[in-house]
């Protein structure tokens, strides 16, 4: 009868609207950015494209994916991407499977959960960080964009507490009885229980790296070196054209075109990936909550 309730017909009208725009709220303004993409120079200056193109043109894209440099950016994002998550997903497994185990087991274990704990809370500061990145010798590579956020503590406490509520101990007796050491446990029962908790946490990862625009700022000195974010954002705040197209082909088309192309070029990756991973993300966000 609480369904039938006029009551809670009033609150699920209510919610599914509240949803509907919200969804809206976070798929126009990609819409609109898509419109102007394919629109021609004049509509898209005098700001009169709103969600459909005006004066069809596919010149952005053409100048676009012509351009050696913002090729050249997405390959190195993309690089930036396989290396940091496979980097990451690494050091988050390794460190959360020995400090998901009992003080007994591990000894020393609440003090290294303590060490981890505190470097998410304060860190050296961004000259430091930089002063080290230099000292080093990792400027202007792709390992000063993966090496300093190799280890997110955040996603290595939500995948140590997976470990410790989701997989069965009996499990882990079970292997270690039959002769399995601990990298052959982790690999052959906790790696395959741990799916969701892995899909999620690879999920941030690649958000993460894909969109992280300043330490290819502040660390990488050669601008055919950038990976896409940062070239985006030279090019969108700082108004810098000049690492991807030249000026008569400005001319000839509105930078707001351009930019729009471009935009939405670097949405599309993470759009394609994101259907894969998302049966598991949204069981990756619960699991575990509930202990039965």
Request: glycine share 6%; hydrophobic share 55%; with cysteine.
């Amino acid at each position: 009868m609480t369904y039938r309730s006029t009551a809670y017909r009033i609150f699920t009208y209510c919610n599914n609207t509240f949803i509907v725009l919200l969804a809206l709220l976070c798929l126009l303004p990609l819409i609109h950015v898509l419109a102007v993409s394919f629109s021609g120079r004049a509509a898209a200056d005098a700001n009169l494209v709103t969600f459909w193109p005006i004066d069809f043109t596919l010149e952005g894209y053409r100048m676009t994916l012509g351009n050696g440099s913002f090729v050249g950016s997405i390959l190195i994002s993309i690089q930036r991407v396989v290396l940091g998550t496979g980097v990451s997903m690494a050091l988050i497994l390794l460190s959360a499977y020995a400090l998901s185990k009992e003080s007994a087991q591990f000894r020393g274990r609440n003090a290294w959960a303590w060490f981890f704990v505190f470097t998410m809370l304060f860190n050296g500061g961004l000259v430091p960080t930089y002063i080290l990145v230099r000292n080093v010798g990792l400027m202007d590579s792709i390992w000063a964009l993966v090496l300093p956020n190799a280890v997110n503590v955040f996603n290595m406490i939500l995948m140590l507490n997976f470990f410790r509520t989701s997989v069965p101990k009996s499990l882990e007796e079970a292997a270690f009885m039959d002769g399995a050491g601990h990298f052959r446990t982790l690999l052959s029962i906790y790696l395959p229980i741990s799916l969701p908790s892995l899909a999620t946490i690879s999920l941030f990862t690649i958000v993460f790296h894909w969109n992280s625009w300043f330490d290819g700022l502040i660390y990488l000195m050669d601008k055919e070196r950038y990976p896409l974010s940062t070239l985006l954002q030279t090019i969108v705040v700082q108004l810098d054209f000049s690492a991807i197209t030249s000026a008569e082909d400005l001319m000839a088309l509105s930078n707001r075109t351009v930019k729009s192309a471009q935009i939405f070029i670097a949405t599309i990756p993470i759009v394609l990936v994101y259907p894969f991973l998302q049966r598991y993300f949204v069981k990756g966000i619960v699991v575990g909550s509930v202990k039965e």
